[in-house]
């Protein structure tokens, strides 16, 4: 049986780590893996994560399982988190998963369920894993314009052509915030006008919010999600604690399904607790119970949110220092978008010519699209990547 299987495709980043690893040069810098990383270089372990954990080691006395679902006051906590108020806890369905992507998947399992026939619309670009999952799970898929090379923003008439020719029944992945690759956001009167498009066309909204408190703060993080979840009919939601609560390895997600009609939770929420059994019974505990920890204290939730800031607004400085630097090299303000992006994650547009001659001539490792992770950064290596673009005539 085993010979019959086929090589699969390497993974591009975990290949462009090994590259890093393997590369002797000592001013190297990984601009690739989409991880946090501080001034150090490490990915830290945040203060109330640890001060949670140890609260935990020391009060938790049963390792059994928790429900299919989940813990209910980990679904409480991270509906409070991601919608406020937006919509009544009635509404909504929730089920923990093995992180952002155990969300991602089992959404898609939930259309497929639904709809066979459902076109899930994504971005150009999106995040590779979602055209992967997709592409691995037979469904029918479709692009809608998103980046705008020229100016690296939003190419949002072209977005909202592509989505007029959404119909009934098809899905529209959306990113919460801070989008994966290009760093590009819609900002709150283009969310209107795609809800406004989505209402008329009958399509249903899909978000993935995987770094809600990376750009702009924690409720405004929040205020795209909030309103497509208070206006459309129906919507998914796949949100991920890996980055902003920093618990990647505990793998700590969960999806919301949000409707309108109140009497359809019970069917969404048999249905959630359904899929849950069929792939891996029970979801991981704890890093939501971790969270749920910091979130339900107002200690602990306090100096969440006062370190979160302090990573959103070291990333922000990052970008800010980048963009002045390229400015001051290239005499030019072609970099400003640098700034105007916002979370881990720009794009800068050229070719994988160009990113090759990077890492080849100055050691620096991004994605063959020109991702580059600004939280592999520091105030040392902001120089140095600046001077190594306008060398490589980027």
Not at 288 to 301: C, H
Not at 306 to 317: D, Q, Y
Not at 352 to 380: C, F
């Amino acid at each position: 049986m085993f010979s019959n299987l086929k090589e699969q495709p390497a993974d591009k980043i975990l290949a462009l780590m090994q590259l890093f690893k393997d590369d002797p040069r000592p001013q190297k810098i990984d601009l690739g893996v989409g991880v946090y990383k501080n001034a150090e270089g490490l990915t830290p372990v945040m203060r109330a994560v640890k001060t949670a954990e140890k609260q935990l080691w020391e009060a938790q006395d049963s390792k059994s399982y928790v429900g299919l679902a989940g813990d209910p006051a980990f679904a409480d906590a991270m509906i409070d988190l991601v919608l406020g108020d937006a919509v009544a806890r009635e509404n909504v369905a929730a089920a923990a998963t093995p992180g952002g992507t155990g969300a991602v998947r089992q959404a898609f399992e939930m259309i497929r369920m639904a709809n066979p026939d459902a076109r899930v619309f994504v971005s150009n670009p999106t995040w590779p894993n979602h055209v992967s999952i997709l592409k691995f799970m037979g469904m029918p898929m479709a692009e809608y314009r998103y980046f705008d090379s020229a100016t690296r923003g939003v190419d949002f008439d072209g977005m909202i052509e592509d989505l007029k020719q959404t119909k009934a029944g098809d899905v529209v992945l959306l990113h919460g915030c801070c989008h994966n690759p290009t760093g590009a956001n819609l900002n709150l009167v283009q969310w209107q006008i795609v809800v406004d498009t989505l209402l008329k066309t009958g399509a249903i909204p899909m978000i993935d919010i995987a770094y809600q408190g990376f750009g702009d703060g924690l409720e405004e993080d929040a205020a795209g999600t909030r309103l497509v979840a208070s206006s459309m009919p129906e919507c998914l939601i796949a949100a991920s604690c890996s980055k902003n609560f920093g618990v990647y390895r505990e793998r700590t997600g969960i999806l919301m399904a949000v409707a309108q009609d109140k009497g359809l939770r019970g069917l969404t929420q048999g249905t959630l607790n359904f899929l849950n059994r069929q792939n891996y019974s029970f979801p991981p505990d704890h890093g939501a119970r971790v969270v749920t920890m910091i979130l339900q204290s107002p200690e602990l939730r306090a100096d969440w949110a006062a370190e979160l800031e302090e990573v959103r607004l070291s990333m922000l400085g990052l970008r800010e220092q980048l963009a002045g630097e390229l400015q001051r090299l290239s005499g030019s303000d072609r970099f400003a978008f640098i700034a105007d992006h916002r979370g881990m994650f720009s794009r800068l547009g050229t070719t994988p010519e160009m990113v090759d001659k990077l890492r080849a001539e100055h050691a620096i490792y991004m994605v063959g699209d020109s991702r580059l992770n600004i939280a592999g950064l520091n105030k040392n290596s902001v120089p140095i990547l600046a001077k190594a673009i306008i060398d490589c005539g980027i």
